[in-house]
């Protein structure tokens, strides 16, 4: 296998992931962690591909405004953080990569199946600096998504996870 870049990264855990959904539906019994290995995709996505690389979308800006953080309060210089896409992502990064103190990641759960995970970002040089988002598993599932094809833009990947040429 030949790794060229990013976008190969990204082909390959899409392919991996709709791997395991097909499979589920062939064998539900044989393959009935489907949610941990989206959180895993999607874990490994945000860190891997880097935010300024994404290209701008409109479907990025609708979700974060339908999915607002129920605390987004970062100031800088004086100057309160720009809610946009771009920050929304860095924050929930850093909640997976960065953590600066116990509850960065809280994982919800309903009948014994995870429904959400709560990101936390805080500034451990300003505690009043605190980001957190409330995702469900269907919001990471659609984040995927759409970060996934402002990521490509207009490549597209093959059945087998590459990239088309």
């Given at each position: 296998?030949?790794?060229?870049?990013?976008?190969?990264?990204?082909?390959?855990t899409l392919?991996?992931?709709?791997?395991?959904?097909?499979?589920?539906?062939?064998?539900?019994?044989?393959?009935?962690?489907?949610?941990?290995?989206?959180?895993?995709?999607?874990?490994?996505?945000?860190?891997?591909?880097?935010?300024n690389a994404?290209?701008?979308?409109?479907?990025?800006?609708?979700?974060?405004?339908?999915?607002?953080?129920?605390?987004?309060?970062?100031?800088?210089?004086?100057?309160?953080?720009?809610?946009?896409?771009?920050?929304?992502?860095?924050?929930?990064?850093?909640?997976?990569?960065?953590?600066?103190?116990?509850?960065?990641?809280?994982?919800?759960?309903?009948?014994?199946?995870?429904?959400?995970?709560?990101?936390?970002?805080?500034?451990?040089?300003?505690?009043?600096?605190?980001?957190?988002?409330?995702?469900?598993?269907?919001?990471?599932?659609?984040?995927?998504?759409?970060?996934?094809?402002?990521?490509l833009g207009?490549?597209?990947?093959?059945?087998?996870?590459?990239?088309?040429?």
């Amino acid at each position: 296998m030949n790794y060229q870049n990013e976008k190969d990264f990204f082909c390959r855990t899409l392919h991996n992931l709709e791997i395991y959904r097909e499979e589920k539906q062939k064998n539900p019994k044989a393959f009935e962690y489907e949610i941990t290995q989206l959180i895993n995709s999607f874990f490994g996505l945000i860190i891997f591909v880097k935010a300024n690389a994404i290209q701008e979308n409109p479907a990025l800006e609708d979700f974060v405004e339908a999915n607002v953080p129920t605390k987004w309060d970062y100031v800088y210089y004086g100057k309160q953080e720009d809610h946009n896409f771009f920050n929304y992502l860095r924050h929930i990064r850093n909640a997976i990569a960065h953590p600066t103190y116990d509850e960065n990641l809280e994982i919800k759960s309903e009948n014994n199946d995870i429904s959400s995970i709560i990101f936390r970002d805080k500034d451990p040089k300003n505690p009043k600096n605190i980001f957190e988002a409330n995702l469900t598993i269907k919001k990471i599932d659609e984040l995927i998504e759409l970060i996934s094809k402002a990521f490509l833009g207009t490549d597209q990947c093959t059945p087998e996870g590459k990239i088309k040429n």
